[in-house]
């Protein structure tokens, strides 16, 4: 499995970002997938997951102001970011589970600053 991640850039504070997340197979084929993010000096940490029914999950401080969802037709897993706070600042990274083994892309830099 391949994943390419794209989307990111500098924005301002209160700003939004959308992420994308391209699979090299069809993206119902896996049991979950998700979003992680890694600033400077930090380990990596979960900010949003959905499982293959649709059932997602968050991290408390980008609730309301993030949103994870799949596109059929792209056949990619995009991360919504709205109202962006310069602690968001992060390489973000997109991760699938499928037959058991976890999947990662590269990476995607967000930086948020005025």
């Known amino acids: 499995v391949q994943l390419v991640e794209s989307g990111g850039g500098l924005v301002q504070p209160g700003g939004s970002l959308r992420l994308s997340c391209a699979a090299s197979i069809s993206i119902f084929n896996f049991d979950a997938m998700g979003w992680y993010r890694q600033a400077p000096g930090n380990q990596r940490e979960l900010v949003a997951t959905m499982t293959r029914t649709g059932n997602t999950n968050y991290k408390d ?7 994870i969802s799949r596109d059929s037709t792209k056949n990619t897993v995009d991360l919504q970011m709205n109202s962006l706070k310069p ?4 390489v973000y990274y997109c991760n699938v589970r499928y037959t058991g083994f976890n999947y990662w892309g590269k990476g995607t830099l967000v930086t ?3």
């Open 61 to 67: 401080s980008v609730k309301g102001r993030f949103t």
């Open 87 to 90: 602690e968001d600042t992060a």
């Open 112 to 114: 948020v600053s005025s």
